[in-house]
């Protein structure tokens, strides 16, 4: 591994200091990424900025109005092991405690996912199905950003140079509103998603009708997706099998999947259809339970 | 008298024999004896005094690495079979134990 | 390049040492620490050989720097056992033939330990599921899992 | 649960704690890549980004002088370098292969193959300076399939190589075919024609790894007077010795090979791959130099086994299988050496078939050289074998396992290769697979489904020595040379115990180095606790027969006058005379000093050994994933010695088997680069993939040992490829011939997506 600094700032503006140093920089927050990447020389850089020590990055906490703010840097073990969490977001908590082995889930982070941008990460489509937006700070101020748009290819994400991703925000899920996140992996642990899907719908008062609905892919194109036509596939229709297929579907064409050593793009196309239905019938589930 | 069987590669040179029962009280004496009934079988199983690496011999089910001055009894069974080290490098005879000559 | 003197508690003993921001944890505790018990099998987070408590949570030690380990409580397998009063998970270990080359037993002892911390008494399912992250070749887990279940009922036990 | 009562056994069929088990709990045992030594430095190897080239130039004088950097390396530093095939005789390829895999000297044959190697301060410099190292390359086509590697128009691995068969040249020109071997009886034709029904198939399996967890490690000094110690994590310190003194032309008197404890092997930790480098980056460093592989290295270049093709064509009439025909190529790996000829005689031996032809072809391709991987061939032949069998079985509706039982190889029976089968516990095996209650229970429910498979596997002798000093409080100090794996300290002490009558915990074994005992071969081929146990039975005898001597004379009687039992000698003319093991012991030094009994041996006889395995399984045959819900694994081990670790040999090979059935795959990109050259994407089982595993030891003990012990280490991963490809194709009415039965090829299949 080659050689760099190691900087731990404890507030924020002492970060964005370092940042403007003109020196090449990695972030740290959980490590699980960062630090094989530069171990395997896939990343150089010439200072290691350890994001654990600023509070703000690692606080978990429910606003007023619902709201969860998760600091970038909080472990994901944090996230699904807080009750209150996994009472209101389950789909989150399928997500957080999917990556990886519970070795990487005590480091890992959100942020940390996010920031790598794998097209197969796995808090992606969660995240989007919950339609969550995120916290982006610099030296300048902060913008925020829906989740979906902070992917630009693989390994690419829409931070700009001095800028740090402070928070992840998900807006409280409604009453008759569910939320689910599965993925496909060839053993039950410890593997990268060759196909995932999340989603997240909301049913009318008389759960006759689907009245809103967010559904999100990966693995199966250059960044997570968010598919607006499978969304339009159900919004207004019964909640019944053939609606959930048809959004399937819709899921399965959005696709533009590729062959690799995790799978092939024919089995990805096939996946996502079967793994958004299983998403969607999951989701249904919630909502008519939490009704 | 030791009965060889003729693995199916060598059979050519017997005729087409599956077993030949050949006088010898060792192992090189029967080899020399099937060759005197099949000409070239000596050299197809031995070099340089010995059998070859790839090749391993079984004298009655036994399989091992026999030098040619190994005794054979007299209603024993010898058969020739490769080697089964697997993975080459491990049934590996350094070159002092190599035994000198026939 | 400078190396940097970090505090951490390790094994219940506050240390210090030196190193160099892009030395991990676990070649800290193997080559400048003598802590050999820790061991690597891949050094990129995916068999869980190397793994240690880090405040309270199994982590690998490859994924971790050792500058990380400032100010954090550490436990590696060389600090499970009371001096020569085995934790019950290595008893068990032993008693059920848990292992057989040994190479991957200090990462599992860890996580092991840090579930029956957590949870007294877990199922089988569970267990496999926290176990996941680490890798045997040699057991094909069915008596690792076991030990790991009479230690659960031998430390409720121990505890009424 | 074992089949047969105990015959008497005091310490044999117990399971006490193994002696080196507490340093493993609490993380004291030394591995290989343990070892502290003072001024140790660290070496990092260079290694070919291209499959297939000629080196033409390489430059390391920058890497020289980088500071920190302690000693550069390449081929040429080698002795090799300057040996002529011509006078190192046919018998010495091996070694010029050896020392090539080891650094190579004009062309590189695999992507990872090793061209340099550094030493330096800290292994960071190590790895920086290697990237300082110019290598200049002529890239040539590569081959990579074992059957594109046979065409006539195949890229050559090695211009001059020709065909050997049976000692003869066979080709006429040069090829990738390195030996063919057939084994044939009996009349094809007439058998085929005449059948009720004939199955024929063709298989092809993929390079696997073996997948220990500790990856090679070595660490050498080469000391001032000349000799060599070097510590290392292997399966024969005796055979590293012998690899290491050929490599570097020096007297094996010369070197001293330290093993240390072993992060598992399962054949991959035979061949030498570090030691001769860290041995000449010492002598040029003047300090201990260790190496330890990256975990990428293991897998690109440490010896996979064979991905293989296989025809297959069987008949039965009267319900019993009457002929095999058989096709087999096996990928060698860069050099020759694939386990071909072992897949060739395995893979019928479970059954008694009068008409055979087996043609067997060991190919070399620009992948790493393999080396054994537990029984290695026997798997993916038997998965070919076992797969045909099923539909046989299906064609004439027979149930699988009296099909089998059927057609059983019993006592007399001829294998392929002409040897006759002394007691063998196949029929035992299959009996007790048909009466237990997995095989009894109905399987329900969709897309489940049943398989059985049987295998075999010849389980080695070869030579073994061990010394046992009896101490004066009683104990005994077993000095052994065999590196322990999987317990073995504790089957020979248990077998010594049982020997001399004395408690287990009474005995202190302990692996030495090749300085301390006299030659033993690897802990491989199933034999450790088969020959070295002998060795360990002979050298009790060998103790009681002199304790017999001193209890005569201490009794004036003559020595057949003394009987030995339960570790107490009595004189039988003279009941009031006994003395115990212990009280003799005592009296060592004034009764003719110290006594240590010795054994050193070619242990024959070795047991070969069945195994019958039953799984069920559950396809999603949306996803393509099969769930295995139950598996059974019935075992003739001979005696179980210390049957706990007994069944961990069983339970650790059926998930390797599983593993290997299931998703574990070398997935090779067209320019010959290992794409999953990590525990990432090489999948592995983990804890969370498998049930758990139900073991039942049959014991049919073997004649030629003295406790009846047969080895049991490889038998268990040579059924799991076919019994889990029978159950899927009940589970899913679809025969797969391809392994691995991954989601992928399930799903594309069932589901008919094309690329």
């Known amino acids: 591994m080659e050689a760099f600094e190691y900087i731990a700032p404890r507030t924020l503006a002492e970060a964005y200091q370092h940042l403007g140093n003109g020196k090449r920089t990695a972030m740290l927050a959980g490590g699980t990424d960062i630090i094989v990447q530069l171990r395997e020389g896939r990343r150089s850089c010439d200072q290691v900025l350890d994001l654990k020590h600023i509070p703000e990055l690692m606080a978990l906490a429910f606003t007023s109005d619902g709201t969860l703010e998760i600091g970038a840097a909080t472990p994901l073990a944090d996230i699904y092991e807080d009750p209150e969490v996994a009472r209101r977001l389950p789909g989150l908590v399928d997500a957080a405690s999917l990556i990886g082995g519970i070795q990487i889930q005590g480091r890992a982070t959100l942020g940390g996912n996010l920031c790598n941008a794998s097209p197969a990460a796995d808090s992606a489509p969660a995240l989007i199905a919950l339609a969550a937006r995120l916290v982006i700070g610099s030296s300048a101020g902060t913008r925020e950003l829906p989740v979906e748009e902070f992917f630009l290819g693989p390994g690419q994400n829409a931070l700009q140079p001095g800028e740090i991703l402070l928070q992840v925000k998900i807006p409280p899920q409604p009453p008759g509103s569910g939320a689910c996140f599965l993925r496909f992996i060839p053993r039950n642990e410890m593997d990268i998603a060759v196909a995932n899907a999340g989603v997240s719908i909301q049913l009318s008062d008389d759960r006759s009708r689907i009245e809103r609905a967010r559904v999100a892919v990966g693995a199966v194109a250059p960044t997570p997706l968010l598919v607006p036509a499978a969304a339009d596939a159900l919004v207004g229709q019964a909640p019944n099998a053939e609606t959930l297929e048809r959004a399937a579907q819709a899921a399965a064409e959005a696709a533009t999947p590729i062959t690799d050593m995790r799978g092939s793009a024919a089995q990805r196309r096939h996946l996502t259809r079967v793994m958004t239905l299983r998403a969607l019938n999951g989701a249904l589930q919630r909502a008519t339970e939490n009704r | 008298m030791p009965t060889v069987w003729v693995p199916s590669l060598l059979r050519p040179l017997c005729g087409g024999a599956t077993t030949l029962q050949v006088e010898g009280q060792t192992l090189g004496e029967v080899l020399r004896a099937a060759d005197a009934r099949c000409p070239g079988f000596f050299e197809r199983v031995v070099q340089d005094g010995a059998v070859r690496p790839e090749l391993a011999v079984a004298i009655n089910g036994q399989a091992e690495n026999y030098p040619l001055h190994e005794p054979v009894g007299d209603s024993a069974e010898v058969a020739i079979l490769p080697a089964i080290g697997g993975g080459g490098f491990s049934n590996f005879e350094p070159r002092e134990r190599r035994p000198a000559g026939g | 390049m400078p190396r940097t003197q970090v505090q951490t508690r390790l094994n219940g003993a506050d240390i210090d040492f030196l190193c160099e921001p892009r030395q991990s944890l676990l070649e800290v505790l193997r080559d400048e620490l003598g802590l050999t018990g820790t061991k690597e099998g891949c050094n990129n987070g995916n068999c869980g050989a190397c793994t240690v408590i880090m405040n309270g949570r199994i982590a690998n030690a490859c994924c971790v720097l050792a500058v990380e380990a400032e100010g954090a409580e550490v436990t590696t397998i060389e600090g499970v056992a009371r001096g020569d009063q085995l934790h019950p998970l290595q008893q068990t270990f032993l008693e059920e033939a848990a292992l057989q080359c040994g190479i991957c037993t200090p990462g599992f002892i860890l996580a092991a330990k840090a579930l029956l911390d957590k949870e007294p008494n877990p199922d089988e399912h569970r267990i496999r599921y926290w176990l996941a992250g680490n890798l045997c070749r040699c057991t094909g887990y069915d008596k690792i899992v076991k030990a790991v279940q009479k230690a659960s009922a031998e430390m409720q036990e121990a505890k009424v | ?755």
């Not at chain 4, 430059?59 to 000693?71: H, K, L, N, Q, R």
């Not at chain 4, 010029?96 to 062309?107: F, G, P, T, W, Y």
């Not at chain 4, 660490?219 to 110690?229: E, L, R």
Request: glycine fraction near 10%.
């Open chain 4, 1 to 755: 649960m074992t089949t047969i009562d105990r015959t008497g056994y005091k310490v044999i069929g117990t399971r006490p704690v193994r002696p080196d088990g507490v340093e493993k709990v609490t993380g004291k045992a030394q591995y290989g890549a343990d070892i502290r030594l003072p001024g140790l430095i660290h070496g990092r190897i260079l290694r070919s980004p291209h499959a297939h080239a000629r080196i033409l130039s390489i430059d390391t004088s920058e890497a020289e002088t980088i500071p920190g950097v302690m000693g550069v390396l390449t081929a040429k530093e080698l002795p090799a370098a300057d040996d002529a095939i011509q006078d190192l005789g046919e018998g010495a390829v091996n070694l010029r292969e050896l020392s090539d895999n080891v650094l190579a000297l004009e062309k590189v044959l695999y992507r990872g193959h090793a061209v340099a190697a550094v030493a330096a301060t800290s292994p960071h410099i190590a790895e920086e300076a290697l990237k300082k190292i110019r290598v200049e390359y002529e890239p040539l086509p590569a081959v990579l399939d074992v059957r594109d590697a046979m065409r006539d128009d195949a890229p050559l691995l090695k211009e001059d190589r020709y065909t050997k068969s049976m000692g003869a040249e066979k080709t006429d020109r040069p090829s990738n075919i390195a030996s063919h071997n057939q084994f044939h009886a009996g009349d094809l034709e007439k058998a085929f024609a005449e059948a009720d029904a004939v199955v024929e198939r063709e298989f092809t399996t993929k390079m696997v790894h073996q997948g220990y967890i500790e990856p090679q490690t070595s660490t050498a000094s080469w000391n001032a007077d000349g000799t060599i110690t070097i510590w290392t994590s292997t399966q024969g310190a005796f055979v590293v010795r012998a690899q290491v003194a050929e490599v570097l032309r020096r007297p094996v008197s010369s070197i001293r090979v330290i093993p240390m404890e072993i992060g598992g092997g399962f054949g991959g930790k035979i061949p030498i791959y570090l030691d001769p480098i860290a041995a000449l980056l010492s002598k040029k460093s003047g300090r201990p130099v260790k190496i330890t592989m990256s975990r990428t290295e293991v897998f690109e270049a440490t010896g996979p086994t064979s991905g293989t093709y296989i025809k297959m064509k069987m008949a039965a009439k009267d319900g019993v299988i009457t002929a095999a025909e058989a096709t087999m190529a096996y990928e060698a790996g860069a050099y020759p050496g694939s386990a071909v000829g072992a897949g060739s005689m395995t893979m019928l031996a479970p059954y008694n078939i009068e008409n055979f032809k087996i043609d067997a072809y060991d190919v070399v391709v620009n992948k790493p050289k393999t080396s054994a991987y537990r029984a290695p061939g026997a798997p993916a032949a038997a998965f070919a074998c076992e797969s045909v069998i099923d539909e046989l079985a299906k064609k004439v509706n027979a149930d699988p396992l009296e099909f089998r039982l059927k057609s059983s190889s019993r006592e007399g029976t001829r294998m392929v290769n002409g040897i006759a089968f002394p007691r063998i516990g196949h029929e035992e095996c299959v009996e007790a697979a048909l009466n237990h209650p997995h095989y009894r229970a109905p399987i329900e429910g969709p897309n489940r489904g049943r398989g059985v498979a049987s295998g075999y596997w010849f389980n080695g002798g070869m030579q073994s020595s061990v010394v046992a000093a009896v101490n004066p409080d009683g104990t005994v100090n077993l000095i052994e040379g065999s590196t322990d794996i999987g317990g073995t300290r504790a089957s020979l002490a248990m077998q010594l115990a049982e020997t001399l009558g004395i408690p287990y915990e009474d005995i202190r074994p302990s692996v030495v180095d090749t300085d301390s005992i006299g030659h033993n071969d690897v802990t491989g081929g199933s034999r450790t606790t088969f020959a070295s146990g002998m060795a360990a039975y002979e050298s009790g005898m060998d103790i009681r027969r002199q304790m017999a001597a001193r209890a005569a004379k201490l009794w004036n009687c003559t020595e057949d006058e003394v009987v030995y039992e339960n570790g107490t000698l009595r004189c039988t003319k003279d009941s009031t005379k006994e003395l115990t093991f212990k009280e003799l012991a005592a009296q060592q030094p004034r009764t003719g000093g110290p006594i240590a009994g010795k054994a050193s041996l070619v242990a024959r006889g070795a047991g070969g050994a069945f195994a019958t395995h039953i799984v069920d399984v559950e396809v999603d045959v949306d996803t393509g994933k099969v769930t295995v819900l139950r598996y059974t694994a019935v075992q003739d081990v001979g005696t179980a010695i210390h049957p706990a670790y007994v069944e961990g040999q069983m339970q650790g090979g059926v998930v390797q088997g599983i593993g290997w059935a299931l998703n574990e795959e070398y997935y090779y990109l067209e320019d010959g680069r290992l794409a999953n050259s990590s525990f990432l994407d090489y999948r592995m089982p983990t804890s969370l993939d498998v049930p758990n595993i139900d073991t039942v030891i049959v014991e049919v003990p073997n004649p030629g040992h003295p406790y009846g012990v047969r080895g049991v280490g490889e038998v268990p991963i040579v059924p799991p490829l076919a019994a889990m490809a029978n159950a899927i194709a009940e589970a899913t009415g679809h025969r797969f011939t391809d392994l691995p039965i991954s989601p992928r090829r399930i799903v594309e299949t069932l589901h008919g997506l094309e690329e």
